[in-house]
T-cell receptor, first 113, second 113 residues
Framework: DQQVKQNSPSLSVQEGRISILNCDYTNSMFDYFLWYKKYPAEGPTFLISISSIKDKNEDGRFTVFLNKSAKHLSLHIVPSQPGDSAVYFCAASPIQGAQKLVFGQGTRLTINP | KAGVTQTPRYLIKTRGQQVTLSCSPISGHRSVSWYQQTPGQGLQFLFEYFSETQRNKGNFPGRFSGRQFSNSRSEMNVSTLELGDSALYLC????????????FGSGTRLTVV
């Protein structure tokens, strides 16, 4: 039972344009959401998070949007840069501070020059 | 400060054998969590240790076990290896107060032949 789903295994975007990565979840108990970025041969690194009391959180070129009624979140990267090419995972937990995260399958983002 | 160190980086084992993976957390971090990453499945939570006690457990068979030592270093063991256990095993350490503070290691790539 995949409680967090990233339905696009891969995404290709031109440099300078907007990248939009999507994530859906089924468990209404999830209250805190995170995005991680992973380069090959490295562990995932934290990118940005959002709590369910918000619908948007922004950090530089990265913005996460949360639609609780649709159980959907998205990560926007503007403008996309070649260094953004990586695998992106969304993750969810019932509370901020939980040590057990439920991850999606990941989306491989490729930024083309 | 030093990051999360996982050893070994790569491992090849034969079906039926057992394996032990090691994780040294960031100094001062008392929580260590383990995840299994396989293609198409994302990261799946194995277990979390805090102050030498297993605090959370995922849905993996009893062949997967772990422990944590007084210096917070952790080991996970997989007995009677199966081909399906081939994966990247990631550990993450934190102070223990939240997924937000997770720092992942680079992982151990286990191949079972």
């Amino acid at each position: 039972d995949q409680q967090v789903k990233q339905n696009s295994p891969s995404l290709s975007v031109q440099e300078g344009r907007i990248s939009i990565l999507n994530c859906d979840y089924t468990n209404s108990m999830f209250d805190y959401f995170l995005w991680y970025k992973k380069y090959p041969a490295e562990g995932p690194t934290f990118l940005i998070s959002i709590s369910s009391i918000k619908d948007k959180n922004e950090d530089g070129r990265f913005t996460v949007f949360l639609n609780k009624s649709a159980k959907h979140l998205s990560l926007h990267i503007v403008p996309s840069q070649p260094g953004d090419s990586a695998v992106y995972f969304c993750a969810a937990s019932p509370i901020q501070g939980a040590q057990k995260l439920v991850f999606g399958q990941g989306t491989r983002l490729t930024i083309n020059p | 400060k030093a990051g999360v160190t996982q050893t070994p980086r790569y491992l090849i084992k034969t079906r039926g054998q057992q394996v032990t993976l090691s994780c040294s957390p960031i100094s001062g971090h008392r929580s260590v969590s383990w995840y299994q990453q396989t293609p198409g499945q994302g990261l799946q939570f194995l277990f979390e240790y805090f102050s030498e006690t297993q605090r959370n457990k995922g849905n993996f068979p009893g062949r997967f076990s772990g422990r944590q030592f007084s210096n917070s270093r952790s080991e996970m063991n997989v007995s009677t290896l199966e081909l399906g256990d081939s994966a990247l095993y990631l550990c993450a350490s934190s102070l223990g107060q939240g997924g937000f503070g997770y720092t992942f290691g680079s992982g151990t790539r286990l191949t079972v032949v």
